[in-house]
């Protein structure tokens, strides 16, 4: 039985592509907060949409957290939409950043259902050296089981990377 909230999240180094999925799967650009989406003609969910990574605003881990609990309102939203930036730089390090891992494995944790759509995974000079990438996203996250990986690469348009984040998120609303 699917746990009673998704966390979706979409990974990749800087300017890989993860603010244009965003903007893509809700027809327009949007700042971080709660928002309606459109799942299908009939089908709507109010989700938690973080379009800024985390790592890009220099967060730590608390920092995360308390945003998260913040920006919901009150509300107990099932959904929260989230870029995670892969690469930690050594400001960031120093600075405590939270992780994409720690990320993840605090909301798998707190009874989320997982789902990744990586960018171009290990994408460099044209060459995809990630031959199993389910098994080192699983390795990197530290945590036994998600619904779902995506290894996304560099041809994919932004129209499908968002029609598959969709599916997902409404095969997911839909199993409730």
Known sequence: MPNEKLFVVVMGEQV??????WETLFDRRHRSGIHMLQLN???HSRVLLFVSSPQENYWTLNAFLNTFRNRQRGENL???????????????VR?????A???????????????IQWLNPGFTSGIDNTPNIT?????????DSVIGI???NATLTPENRAGRLRDVILGWVQSK
Not at 78 to 86: A, K, P, R
């Open 78 to 92: 099932d959904i929260v939409l989230c870029s995670l930036q892969t690469t930690l730089t050594n400001n960031m």
């Open 135 to 143: 098994d080192q996203i699983m390795s990197y996250c530290e945590i």
């Open 95 to 99: 600075r405590h950043v939270a992780s």
């Open 101 to 115: 891992k720690d990320i993840i494995k605090h909301m798998d944790e707190n009874g989320f259902d997982i789902f």
């Open 16 to 21: 890989s592509g993860k603010s244009i999925t």
């Open 41 to 43: 003609r009939y089908i």
């Open 150 to 152: 995506r290894n996304e």
